[in-house]
């Protein structure tokens, strides 16, 4: 069954403007991740937050998870062309799999 | 040396016709995944192993029979394909089947005609 429901399904902006995806799950998690899928091409992971935590940061990436909402966030900072892509939380809740939300398809124009 | 790698990268066949996917994964991991995603991208796990040992099956058609004759690798077998078998099929591996994030193939775009 699916756990991630992502918003918005799709997102488009300027290159230098911050991008912002919303995921929102259902039962209790170990952990959340982010994954990045580049047309025709794997996902490929970005960012791996814990229930215990509250924000991460990688570069120009910032989560924040939320576990009394259940739900988490994906900014990305001064976006370019190169962040197109679909945006993927999985949620990991000691299941031994991780579960997907359906992406956010972000589109940053030049 | 790409860490996950499967093949083929696209297959297209008729409708009753048996395949395969091959994965290999070099990074020494000890679970490995078979996903499929449709073509509104939804992804669905279909199978993990665990060296070598089956550890989930969701609910796939048994049309569908995973392999894995070492912990490196895990093939997808697929009798007696359907229109509806028509999707990307990404193998993954991770460290353990707890916490951690998992590396993903290039993907293999199934067409049953």
């Known amino acids: 069954s699916q756990q991630g429901e992502e918003d918005p399904q799709a997102l488009s902006i300027q290159e230098g403007e911050n991008a912002t995806m919303n995921c929102s799950y259902k039962?209790?998690?170990?952990?959340l991740q982010w994954y990045r899928q580049n047309s025709g091409r794997g996902l490929v992971h970005l960012i791996l937050i814990r229930s215990n935590e509250r924000e991460k940061h990688s570069g120009r990436l910032r989560v924040t998870l939320d576990t009394s909402k259940k739900s988490s966030s994906l900014l990305i900072t001064a976006s370019r062309a190169a962040d197109t892509a679909s945006y993927f939380c999985a949620t990991d809740s000691n299941t031994g799999k991780l579960i997907f939300g359906q992406g956010t398809t972000l589109q940053v124009k030049p | 040396d790409t860490a996950v790698s499967q093949t083929p990268k696209y297959l297209v066949t008729q409708m009753g016709n048996d395949k395969s996917i091959k994965c290999e994964q070099n990074?020494?991991?000890?679970?490995m995944y078979w996903y499929k995603q449709d073509s509104k991208k939804f992804l669905k796990i279909m199978f993990s192993y665990n060296n070598k040992e089956l550890i989930i099956n969701e609910t796939v058609p048994n049309r569908f029979s995973p392999k894995s004759p070492d912990k490196a690798h895990l093939n997808l077998h697929i009798n007696s394909l359907e229109l509806g078998d028509s999707a990307v099929y990404f193998c993954?591996?991770?460290?353990?089947?707890w916490g951690g994030g998992y590396t993903f193939g290039s993907g293999t775009r199934l067409t049953v005609v």
């Open positions: 039962t209790s998690i170990n952990n």
């Open positions: 990074l020494g991991h000890d679970t």
């Open positions: 993954a591996s991770s460290q353990d089947s």
